[in-house]
């Protein structure tokens, strides 16, 4: 005795009709049944009051599948007739990092402290006191740490270095 297999059977999804126009309809969108095209409509003049949008008509323009494209102003009352709730569109894409503009630092100017010099110092005392300065800086933890860590933050976080435990080390 074999045994028959049956298959289940596909039961056909009705179709969903746009509230606003009649076209085939995708689900709801701001809390009313729409079409994709009635869908971004809305999205895009949401912004937009119902006065800056004039009917050539008389206000009752017929919204369908074909005319739709026809009458903004109709369209966009029809959508608020309906109930299409503007509160539920999302705000606008934000990066969450804000790109940061380089600013030019003006390079500075040597100051000409030998001409208008009024201390007690020789030349070569100047001479040495700019050397402990320059080594100064070049040497000095901090700064090296600041350009580092200024570095590294330009980086992509995949490139950066890891840090750390100094106990480690």
Not at 32 to 37: A, K, L
Request: hydrophobic share 30%; net charge positive; glycine share 2%.
């Amino acid at each position: 005795m074999e045994l028959q297999q049956t298959k289940p059977k596909r039961t056909r999804r009705t179709s969903l009709i746009c509230n606003v126009c009649g076209d085939t309809a995708r689900g709801m969108n701001f809390d009313v049944i729409t079409c994709m095209s009635c869908k971004a409509f809305f999205r895009r003049h949401i912004l937009r009051s119902c006065k800056t949008l004039h009917c050539l008509l008389d206000n009752n323009c017929d919204i369908t599948k074909h005319t739709r494209g026809g009458c903004s102003s109709c369209r966009l009352k029809k959508c608020y007739a309906l109930g299409m709730n503007p509160k539920l569109i999302r705000a606008p894409y934000k990066p969450l990092v804000k790109k940061q503009t380089s600013i030019a630092l003006p390079e500075p100017k040597p100051l000409s402290l030998l001409n208008h010099d009024r201390s007690t110092l020789s030349f070569d005392e100047w001479n040495l006191l700019s050397n402990i300065i320059h080594s100064y800086d070049e040497q000095n933890i901090t700064l090296r740490t600041q350009c580092t860590l200024k570095e590294q933050s330009c980086l992509p976080p995949k490139l950066r270095s890891k840090r750390i435990n100094t106990l480690e080390l």
